[in-house]
């Protein structure tokens, strides 16, 4: 982290930007202090995106305000720096401008510095972004001259504070300078699903001023009932309703949540200070509507609409109802701001070679993009395989243009490796030895140091629990998206409901959907939180199958024999030698049976114990599947899809271990649907032999079989990748 020195002054990068320019000057300087949690900080970090998306060379240079607790820089700032997309104007050195753009200047630089500024702009345009006494406008104006010379502009983010402006008699750009933003895809929801039950929400930021003060009209405005709700900002715990998200101011970066609205919605009662301007002019730039109350009509003007608070949740169903987004094409925040520009500096050519005229409207493109963007798939660490075969079918189907990389808590992270994809193994706490208090500081750095290290453009986690210290390291950087891949059959007993809530930290919510969901009661099952729903996710497509031969003759295995499997975990949680033994007791008494046992990689037994058991160490083992007439399973959510879709009678065995996922119900469904047996632990001893005699029959594996084929569905892994590839910027 950069700009924790005395005085605030950012301190240069041990790397430059690709963008730098190596003495010459920059075409753009922001000044301001970026400490200060204001709009105008997202407002500057979406330009500075622009402008290095345009190689447009832009410095920040920080500017210490009269007084602020907070002594070091925001960390969206402190990325654009350490991204490449910024370089730091040190105070000491002298630096070269064609425009300098002051930020918060009701603030910025109120107090004489203390060391010399030798920033040299050839201009500079102040944008004033709240209210503030003509006095002090006119007093900022003046010391503005003393450093920079005498060419400075004013301008405003509002119509009401441009009047200010002129009123002090200042000069004046002559246009109110927007405050727009690119707005990441978001979760692709059909018309049918918005209109059903649409989404609204706001990000003001701090402040309770930012809601109304009447509680009875804020819950008639955001009612649950008619609208699915996102909020961030301070409301009091009195205030909002458990079906709402809610957040924490920043928590979540401005375009991340407009991304996911139908409708922008923000009814303070007074116009307060610092104006969630961004938000509102990303939503109108992408097309969502904004409602406010009228009197904000002076600061907005045109675009958005204005409906008294009383009428406002009537007015945002009807207009969803009738056409959920407008088209808006017509308007690119890039170009937007580079014709901005163009009337302010001369642009630098674009990678095309194509001059960046001031005004030009015809076709920009930018002058760099990542040819490649990444994916940082982090699977928690279970007592099995489930978490990472999941992320593992996805990884392998996302586009050309999208590199997973892993970051597993799981060991077995070599099954990854041998896949052909790049993963870390981070020792989990409980097998450190490490206390989960001092854990999770470590935890943080190392999965920023991660984000950082491979130029992350989304976080994939598949897990039960989303880990504190990954919502701490990513949720609230605006350059990179969250997507949870969530199974259900969650344990009605087990106390969850902390962890749902934690989707409100994610742009997106997959959850592979179970051949068993009528017997799902978990909580889940009932979320409200706009997960999207795929088909049941497994590793392996059946083309991807060995055949019975190949699949035999890997194994080492009869194909004319009667093959079981026996696949009952890793042995982590529940003690699976005594179940084990009492197969290999009563296959020796079945002629023509052969029996292999596949060894968990991370597993706490080896086949070893039983000579005569062939033992089946690789990944996937779905791909031999076809070499297998009977199977005794646990009926993890892996094990349970892999083997009813390719049709093989089995025995599941379900771990009924507490912190487990419901495999006795998801079990029960199976035998109920005539497509499988279920043997519970206590039953296995006395149950196991008579299951196998059964299953020794043709017609009765026949009949499983045909049964199990019946619940069938196809692979949701390309599914899953497609919804992510989506809101992957």
């Known amino acids: 982290m950069f700009g924790r020195g005395s005085g605030g002054i950012l301190r240069s990068p041990d790397h430059g930007g690709a963008n730098a320019p190596a003495g010459k000057g920059f075409s753009v ?91 040299m702009p050839e201009r500079v345009v102040a944008v004033l972004d709240r209210p503030t006494p ?115 101011p920043n928590q979540r970066a401005a375009g991340q949540i407009v991304s996911q609205l139908d409708a922008f919605v923000y009814y303070p009662d007074d116009r307060p200070e610092d104006l969630p301007a961004t938000a509102i002019g990303m939503s109108l730039a992408a097309g969502i509507p904004v409602f406010l109350p009228p009197f904000l009509k002076p600061v907005f003007g045109p675009g958005p609409e204005y409906v008294p608070i009383e009428r406002a949740a009537d007015a945002v169903a009807q207009r969803i109802a009738r056409k959920r987004r407008d088209s808006a094409t017509d308007f690119s925040c890039e170009e937007a701001h580079l014709r901005r520009l163009g009337r302010l500096v001369a642009l630098p050519r674009a990678a095309d070679g194509a001059a960046q005229a001031p005004g030009r409207q015809a076709q920009h493109r930018p002058a760099a993009r990542r040819a490649c963007r990444r994916v940082l798939m982090v699977p928690t660490g279970g007592v099995g395989l489930g978490h990472l075969t999941r ?197 020796s008494a079945l002629p023509g049976f052969e029996l292999a046992n596949l060894e968990w990689m991370i597993g706490e037994y080896s086949t070893r114990l039983w000579p005569d058991v062939v033992s089946i160490r690789g990944f996937p083992v779905a791909r031999y599947l076809a070499a297998f007439d009977i199977a005794v399973s646990a009926a993890g959510y892996n094990s349970f899809h892999e083997l009813l879709c390719h049709g093989i009678p089995t025995i599941f065995v379900p771990n009924e271990a507490e912190e487990m996922d419901n495999q006795l119900a998801r079990s029960l469904y199976a035998q109920e649907q005539g497509a499988a047996l279920c043997l519970r632990g206590n039953e296995f001893r006395d149950g196991i032999g008579e299951c196998l005699r059964a299953l020794a029959v043709t017609e009765a594996r026949r009949l499983l079989s045909m049964n199990a084929l019946r619940l069938a569905q196809p692979n949701g892994a390309a599914e899953a990748a497609e919804l992510i590839e989506g809101v992957c910027p």
């Open 134 to 248: 003509l006095d002090e406008i006119q007093s900022r104006h003046r010391r503005f001259q003393e450093l920079f010379g005498t060419n400075i502009a004013w301008t405003a983010v509002g119509n009401d504070l441009q009047e200010v402006l002129r009123d002090a008699g200042l000069p004046m750009l002559g246009s109110v300078w927007a405050a727009f933003g690119e707005v990441r895809p978001g979760r692709r929801r059909d018309d049918a699903t918005a209109a059903a039950r649409p989404v609204i929400g706001c990000c003001p930021g701090r402040g309770r001023g930012h809601w109304p003060s009447d509680r009875a009209a804020l819950h008639r405005l955001y009612d649950p009932g008619r609208f699915q709700v996102i909020v961030q900002g301070d409301l009091g715990d009195d205030e909002q309703l458990p079906q709402w998200r809610c957040l924490k």
């Open 391 to 587: 992320l593992l079918a996805i990884a392998r189907k996302l586009p050309p243009d999208v590199e997973p990389v892993f970051l597993s808590f799981s060991p077995a992270v070599s099954a990854v490796r041998e896949a052909g994809f790049f993963a870390e193994y981070v020792v989990p706490h409980h097998y450190a030895g490490v206390d989960a208090r001092s854990y999770y500081p470590w935890l943080i750095d190392e999965l920023t140091s991660a984000i950082d290290r491979y130029g992350t453009s989304c976080v994939v986690f598949d897990g039960n629990n989303p880990m504190n210290g990954l919502i701490e390291a990513a949720a609230p950087r605006d350059d990179v998206a969250m997507v949870w891949v969530r199974r259900g059959f969650w344990k009605c007993t087990q106390a969850n409901e902390a962890a749902l809530k934690k989707g409100r930290f994610f742009d997106l919510i997959v959850e592979p959907r179970d051949i068993a969901e009528e017997f799902d009661d978990g909580l889940t099952r009932m979320a409200d939180d706009g997960a999207r729903k795929v088909p049941p996710i497994r590793c392996l497509d059946s083309e991807e199958m060995l055949s019975r031969r190949d699949a035999c003759a890997a194994l080492k295995l009869d194909p004319d024999g009667v093959n079981l499997l026996l696949q009952l975990g890793s042995g982590t949680n529940r003690d699976i030698v005594p179940l084990i033994d009492a197969v290999v007791g009563e296959v």
């Open 29 to 119: 300087v922001y000044v301001g202090d970026f400490r200060v949690e204001r709009d105008a900080i997202v407002r500057t970090v979406e330009e500075v995106r622009i402008n290095a998306r345009c190689g447009i060379p832009t410095g920040l240079l920080q500017a210490t305000s009269v007084s602020n607790p907070n002594p070091h820089i925001l960390p969206p700032v402190d990325r654009l720096v350490r991204r490449g997309l910024a370089q730091v104007v040190a105070g000491s050195a002298l630096a070269y401008a064609q425009l300098a753009i002051v930020t918060m200047p009701d603030i910025t630089f109120a107090r004489r510095p203390t060391t010399p500024v030798r920033l």
